[in-house]
Structure formats: structure tokens, C-alpha cells
């Protein structure tokens, strides 16, 4: 059993950071991909980024690209997602969620097993 927790939501204002972290337990780290990614209200959720087992490869939704970084630690087993230069419209519930991995990098919800419960990330304008 999987077991996935976010951690490091909050209020932030535009143009500031934060960083999530993922922290995994119940199975072998190093062969999932990881992902987050997030739901606004009234919307359906939506991919962020994925990065592939080793680290070695990582993919971002083109709303978050150059602003957003997703990263991870084997040894730990953590995830992470540092978010630079916040905008309002980042605003969301921010899940975590792995795969078993293979060569391709999935951004569909669907393609993930295993999900956290989330953290809220708000950003004030």
C-alpha cells in the first residue's frame, strides 16, 4: 500500500514562492514516476509535472514552465515542486500523485495508481 503526504500549502502573494514536498511510503520509491498536480475550484484537475524515476527527465504543463521546478530525493523518498513567481490564477489544491514507471512520462490523472490528499497553495493578488 502506497501511501502519499503533501506538505507546505499556504497564502502567498503574487510574485512569491513555495515549496511542496511528497513524501512516499508503503513501496519501492526509485522505480515511480511522480507528478503533481492540481485542482481549482470549479474545475477539473489538471497536470503541473511529472519527473521520471531516476530524476533524469522531467515534463511541465506550459502554464508553469520556467516558473515551477519538480524535483526529488531517492534517498529520502521525497518529491518536491518549488514555485516561483506565483500568480493568482495558481491558486488550486496541489496533489501528488505515482506511477509504476516506463519510458514515457503520462500527464493524464488517470495514468496515476496512487494520490495524496492534497495541500492547498492560495495566492493573493
Known amino acids: 500500500q502506497v501511501h502519499l503526504v503533501e506538505r507546505g500549502g499556504g497564502f502567498v502573494q503574487a510574485g512569491g514562492s513555495l515549496r511542496l514536498s511528497c513524501e512516499m511510503s508503503?513501496?519501492?520509491?526509485?522505480?515511480?514516476?511522480m507528478a503533481w498536480f492540481r485542482q481549482a475550484a470549479g474545475k477539473e484537475r489538471e497536470f503541473v509535472a511529472v519527473?521520471?524515476?531516476?530524476?533524469?527527465?522531467?515534463l511541465y504543463a506550459d502554464s508553469v514552465k520556467g516558473r515551477f521546478n519538480i524535483s526529488r530525493d531517492n534517498t529520502k523518498p521525497m518529491a518536491y515542486l518549488q514555485m516561483n513567481s506565483l500568480k493568482p490564477e495558481d491558486t488550486a489544491v496541489y496533489y501528488c500523485?505515482?506511477?509504476?514507471?516506463?519510458?514515457?512520462?503520462?500527464?493524464?490523472?488517470?495514468?496515476?495508481?496512487?494520490w495524496g490528499r492534497g495541500t492547498q497553495v492560495t495566492v493573493t493578488s
Open positions: 500523485a505515482a506511477r509504476l514507471s516506463d519510458y514515457e512520462l503520462k500527464t493524464g490523472p488517470s495514468e496515476y495508481d496512487y
Open positions: 519527473i521520471w524515476w531516476s530524476g533524469s527527465r522531467t
Open positions: 508503503g513501496r519501492a520509491f526509485n522505480n515511480k514516476d
